[in-house]
């Protein structure tokens, strides 16, 4: 149960969006031009993973298989493959600019002074221009974000990975500014 | 300098939504709302929460301007921000306050951290859910802006006069979006 009342029973941060639509429509917009916007040379499937990736060092069950199960969406790969990401920050799908971006997220999340110019030269060396490492930082930094806000006020989340995976493709299809969070 | 080029002298975060209005948009649009809109915690106590964060994760530009912001808005008792950046339970300011700053510092750490006693301990100093919410989202919030700004290394002024002047702009003027410079 949330620590707090939220006057309905939606999972992790579609709850507190439910509560309290001020700040969520805030969210929402940002999740929307970081993850799913098309003017971007990161594919959606590369955000995600991102944003999955950060998750999953937060510790954060909800967000980390939400967006796991999209970036899966994405990737058309298994679940397995997506946690063998998590696990070692890169796999054989994951091209060596990507390896690169996810080790900067992976400073990021343990705080913005973590990152330094030899990870930034390693990601340039790799192909990343300034705006791909630009929304790496902050598409991590805001899963930093949206972590805290699910898990701090203590929001409940299916625990079966399935009931994930099945809404991913409907996610996928709709994105982020959902006029109804019932849904 | 800056890990990517965003435009020169422009300190913080406002050099890096020059760079990507796009996102800072939303980014501004968010810090109006959970720092000046309507909330049952005032103004000041909004950004108190903000630079107390901010402090906690050694975001040198965030929690000087924040606590510029916060002085300002505490008029008549700016000695009060400085209390709480430097012993938080030694202040003087509320009971109220000091359980959800408390719970602002778990957020800090980690969503997790934050436990039922915590709340049950805000909630007997009078906090509603509603003040709850908003002190976690604001922690969780500059958990993203101080990784932000520092993760891109961006321009921190060392001049205390420089942040005086950004808390008297941000009382004033609230979060709108700063515009590039014209290029000569």
Sequence with gaps: MAHIDLQNDLPGIRGLMAYRPETAAHLNALAEILLRDDDNTLTRGERELIGTYVSYLNDCH??????????????????????????????????????ALLAIAAKVQQGGKQVTSG???KAREAGASDREIHDTVLISASFCMFNRYVDGLGTWAPEDRQFYLNRAPQRAKEGYLMTDLKK | MAHINVPEGVPGIRSLVMFRPETGKHLY?????LLR????????????????????????????????????????????????????????????????????????????????????????????????HDTVLIAAAFCMFNRYVDGLATLTPQEPEAYAEMGVRMVEKGYVLPQQPIQS
Excluded: W
């Design chain 2, 29 to 33: 649009d968010l810090a109006q709302v």
């Design chain 1, 62 to 99: 909800f967000c980390q298989q939400v967006h796991g199960a999209l970036a899966g969406h994405y990737f058309e790969c298994s679940v397995e493959e997506i946690d063998a990401i998590k696990s070692n920050g890169t796999s054989d799908m994951v091209s060596p600019k990507m390896t």
């Design chain 2, 37 to 132: 809109d309507e909330s049952p915690l005032t103004q000041a106590e909004r950004e108190l929460i903000a630079a107390y964060v901010s402090r906690l994760n050694e975001c040198v530009f965030c929690s000087n301007s924040h606590a510029a912001a916060a002085r300002c808005l505490y008029d008549g008792d700016r000695g009060l921000v400085d209390e709480v950046l430097q012993d938080m339970q030694a202040s003087s300011i509320s009971d109220k306050m000091k359980s959800l700053l408390h719970i602002a510092g778990k957020v800090q750490v980690l969503g997790k951290e934050v436990n039922a006693d915590d709340i049950a301990a805000a909630r007997s100093q009078g906090a509603t859910d509603r003040e709850l």
């Design chain 1, 119 to 121: 990870l930034v030269d």
